[in-house]
């Protein structure tokens, strides 16, 4: 699977649109980016997934760069119940989730 | 989305003695599901994939014959923590795989949080 680069930690004040980066140079062309976060003490929760077109669901937007090099999560109107630690991930379909370390995301009031 | 869950949700137990984790997909059928395991502010890391009908395939380091996994259908698979010690200690998360969507996401339970004494 090709690796993801995500900043460690970010902040966003509450009702703003979050957005996390995540640069992923080395995707090919058969892999799909997903997103997944996991509030404290709880399994990931599965957000959104694309291979090219930017997505949209009631959760997020994930915009993708026309390389596919890179892509950001935008959370619209961030809320309290938002902070989590977001992973970023790339692999083909039929493909175990591998997990980094993922982007620390604080919503503050 | 999918929902998968997980019994029981925390478990206490002396070491030794061994504990049996249950993973379930509720409304879908799951040919593979995946055993993660996490330690406090750590990320999740993979233990072994379970496929239905089929011995696991564990990752590297992890002892097949202490982490038990057994995927008897399509909707269950368990995970046995044979004679555990305090350092199997850990939150244990399970994910299944659904083909449904035709681009095979995988969902997560709630997690177990094993405590060894």
């Known amino acids: 699977d090709a690796k993801t680069t995500q900043p460690t930690s970010m902040d966003c004040a509450e009702g703003r649109a979050a957005n996390l980066p995540c640069n992923h140079s080395?995707?090919?062309?058969?892999?799909?980016v997903y997103w997944y976060r996991q509030i404290h003490s709880q399994g990931p929760q599965y957000i959104i997934h694309?291979?090219?077109n930017n997505e949209t669901n009631e959760m997020a937007s994930l915009i993708i760069t026309e390389d596919r090099k890179s892509s950001t999560l935008i959370l619209p109107h961030a809320t309290l119940r938002d902070t989590a630690v977001y992973y970023c991930?790339?692999?083909?379909?039929?493909?175990?989730?591998?997990f980094g370390p993922g982007t620390s995301l604080s919503v503050i009031p | 989305g999918a929902v998968v869950s997980q019994h029981p949700s925390w478990v206490i137990c002396k070491s030794g003695t061994s504990v049996k984790i249950e993973c379930r997909s509720l409304?879908?059928?799951?040919?593979?599901m995946f055993w993660y395991r996490q330690f406090p502010k750590q990320s999740l890391m993979l233990m072994a994939t379970?496929?239905?009908?089929?011995?696991?395939?564990?990752e590297q380091g992890v002892e097949k014959d202490k982490f038990l996994i057994n995927h008897a259908s399509l909707t269950l698979s368990t995970l046995t923590v044979t004679s555990a010690h305090p350092e199997d200690s850990s939150f244990y998360i399970c994910?299944?795989?659904?083909?449904?969507?035709?681009?095979?996401?995988?969902?997560f339970g709630p997690g177990t949080r094993l405590t060894v004494l």
């Open positions: 379970s496929n239905e009908g089929s011995k696991a395939t564990y």
């Open positions: 991930i790339v692999r083909v379909s039929y493909d175990k989730v591998i």
């Open positions: 994910s299944a795989r659904d083909p449904g969507l035709g681009t095979d996401t995988q969902y």
């Open positions: 694309g291979l090219k």
């Open positions: 080395t995707i090919s062309g058969n892999e799909y």
């Open positions: 409304d879908f059928q799951a040919t593979t």
